[in-house]
């Protein structure tokens, strides 16, 4: 079986994830809530549920040029945004975005 990683496209994402641990309460709670999914996500690279290609914002496309876009519901309402990268060594699950219920709706037009 091939070894599974978790990562970020960007320092300022993995920047701004790392900034959570050090916020408030809540932030402490949503950091704690993505280091969960980063666990699982290790565990099962395909736990979320798959995001059909119609709705994809153009952005992702462009900008990470995603082959497949995947949406893990965190505790609260909130939603953690991955795409899945394999090759013939390694499994590679990339953390775009995450976001409250709101947001994703307004992001991925529902």
């Known amino acids: 079986m091939k070894p599974v ?3 970020f496209p960007e320092k300022k ?3 701004e994830f790392e900034e959570l ?3 408030k309460f809540k932030d402490k709670q949503l950091y704690e809530f993505i280091e969960r999914a980063i666990k699982d996500l290790k565990g099962n690279p395909s736990c979320g549920t798959k995001i059909p290609k119609r709705l994809w914002p153009k952005d992702y496309i ?3 040029e995603i082959f497949n876009l995947w949406k893990y519901d965190l505790p609260n309402g909130w939603r953690l945004v ?3 990268k394999e090759d013939e ?3 590679l699950n990339v953390i775009l975005e995450w976001f409250d219920h ?3 709706e307004r992001r991925f037009h529902y």
Do not use: R
């Open 89 to 91: 060594v390694m499994i």
């Open 82 to 84: 991955y795409t899945i």
């Open 62 to 64: 462009q900008q990470y």
């Open 102 to 104: 709101k947001e994703y």
């Open 21 to 23: 641990k050090e916020g």
């Open 5 to 7: 990683y978790v990562t």
């Open 13 to 15: 994402i993995e920047q």
